[in-house]
């Protein structure tokens, strides 16, 4: 079982429509969305849910109002100011504890005197399995102001390896997030294969430099593809010198193409259509290998 990795620099380059398309381009793949903060692989592959499952990882406080004495001591200690203080109809005075604003630290569990403090596992989201015209397809919805999204990411890229195990699928095809941070991290470590997709702007060749020291920092082979190559030719040029100078290998351009909207808007990769960058898409595939 081999695995792909798609990610890129920056947001907005076309890496979910690019991964869209290998997912149909490939035989029998497994696909994982693990751009978990922003997941939108599913509005192109329609996925049918067969099983959905809740996500929960770190605390979070909770008081219970009945017992509460509004004694302050909670809130003399929480250093995130995440305690309130409110009135009831009944004229008492109680504290609550703001759930956004509760990073789980568990102070205020330890100093209440009353101990009417619960300390609970936070729901953060949920993961899903779901089966697509391409393959089965691992994707998960992050919470709102929920954290912890690189535990996410591992639990979906973990359940797309134990599928494609137990079913013989040749490839896991990763939908990876954008930038560099735990999120990234979490999707490429231990893969077969990076395809970094930028784009021939400045801040696309900065980002891009950043992630190819990411994934030589974890002696991960990369790839690059120059996507909308021709709206700034000189730079893919320079984009290209510089990846291969970092040891990366270059494996195309996908030419700029409003045909890639409108594929997205009817629910469709855009390989599913007659555009006319679905030629580039091909060739990029192609020399992947797999």
């Known amino acids: 079982m081999r695995e792909l990795v798609i990610i890129s620099g920056k947001g907005g380059t076309g890496k979910t429509s ?13 696909v994982a969305d693990c751009d978990v903060d922003a997941a939108d692989l599913h509005l192109i592959l329609s996925p049918a849910i067969k099983s ?18 509004a004694c302050g001591a909670c809130m003399a200690h929480c250093r995130f100011d995440a305690v309130r203080v409110t009135i009831t109809d009944a004229g008492k005075k109680i504290c609550f504890i703001d759930p956004i604003a509760c990073e789980g630290c568990g102070v205020c569990v330890r100093v209440c005197p009353e101990h009417v ?14 089966d697509t015209r391409c393959g089965p397809l691992v994707h998960a919805r992050l919470g709102v ?7 996410l990411v591992s639990t979906v890229r973990q359940e ?6 137990d079913d013989n699928h040749p490839l896991v095809i990763v939908d990876g997030p954008p930038g560099i941070g735990c999120p990234v991290i979490a999707s490429i470590t231990g ?32 790839t690059v593809c120059v996507n909308k190559w021709d709206i700034n030719p000189e730079m893919t040029v320079r984009i290209e010198d510089k990846a291969r100078q970092a040891g990366a290998r270059i494996v195309g351009r996908i030419r700029y ?22 030629e580039d898409i091909k060739n990029v595939w192609m020399q992947l290998g797999f």
């Not at 809740?54 to 909770?62: H, K, L, R, T, W």
């Not at 403090?117 to 779901?130: H, N």
């Not at 909207?261 to 259509?273: D, H």
């Open 18 to 30: 690019i991964t869209a398309s290998f997912a149909i381009l490939a035989n029998r793949p497994v």
């Open 257 to 278: 193409d409003r045909s890639i909207t409108k594929a997205q808007m009817i629910k469709k990769a855009v390989v599913e259509t007659d555009a006319p960058c679905v």
């Open 145 to 151: 102001a929920a954290e912890n999204s690189g535990k």
């Open 191 to 222: 893969s077969s294969t990076v395809l970094v997709i930028t784009e021939p702007t400045v801040s696309g060749e900065h980002d891009l430099e950043r992630v190819l020291s990411l994934t030589r920092h974890f002696q991960i082979p990369a």
């Open 117 to 130: 403090i619960d300390f609970s596992e936070r729901l953060c989201g949920e993961w899903m399995v779901s």
């Open 160 to 165: 797309a390896r134990r599928i494609a195990k």
């Open 52 to 69: 959905r499952y809740a996500f929960q990882a770190g605390y979070e406080a909770g008081i219970r109002e009945k017992e509460c004495i």
